[in-house]
């Protein structure tokens, strides 16, 4: 199984009235790496023909993140059924290691002219991997 990360460094605009990270950026974030996972592998024809749909999504907050703080994301999808996957995604302290954020968000893929669920095919499923 693939995992797919990065680091970033928490920043101003990153933080709420109580001066730690907002929730909603986490949310935010873990949108932005699952779109950065799929675009650094996906082919021209296959992201002409076929989109995600999020379905759900379950995130849980651990702990806190401050100003300044660097943090590691990383992403997964254990694995593809049918016509979707759920991909994990957690955020960690870079420095401690301890956890901040875990997610789990169930996606549906869709042909992008029908607008349908569309099987996912063994070449989507081989970028997971």
């Given amino acids: 199984m ?11 605009k990153d933080l709420d009235d109580l001066n730690h990270v907002n929730n909603v950026r ?3 974030w873990v949108q932005d790496i699952a779109k950065e996972h ?3 592998y ?7 023909t076929y989109s ?18 660097k943090l590691l994301i990383k992403t997964f999808v254990p694995k593809v059924e049918g016509v979707s996957t759920i991909r ?4 960690t302290n870079a420095k401690t290691e301890q956890l901040i954020v875990s997610s789990k968000a169930k996606w ?3 042909d992008s002219q029908t607008q349908r669920p569309s099987r ?10």
């Fill in 120 to 129: 996912i095919t063994n070449e989507i499923a081989e970028l997971f991997k």
């Fill in 38 to 40: 799929w675009l650094t």
């Fill in 26 to 28: 986490y949310v935010q």
């Fill in 108 to 110: 549906c893929l869709i």
């Fill in 88 to 91: 994990h995604v957690e955020i």
């Fill in 52 to 69: 995600w749909f999020l379905v759900n999504h379950f995130i849980e907050y651990k702990s806190q993140a401050l100003l300044g703080d």
């Fill in 42 to 48: 996906v082919s021209k024809e296959i992201l002409n």
């Fill in 2 to 12: 693939q995992i797919f990360k990065k680091t970033i460094t928490v920043s101003k």
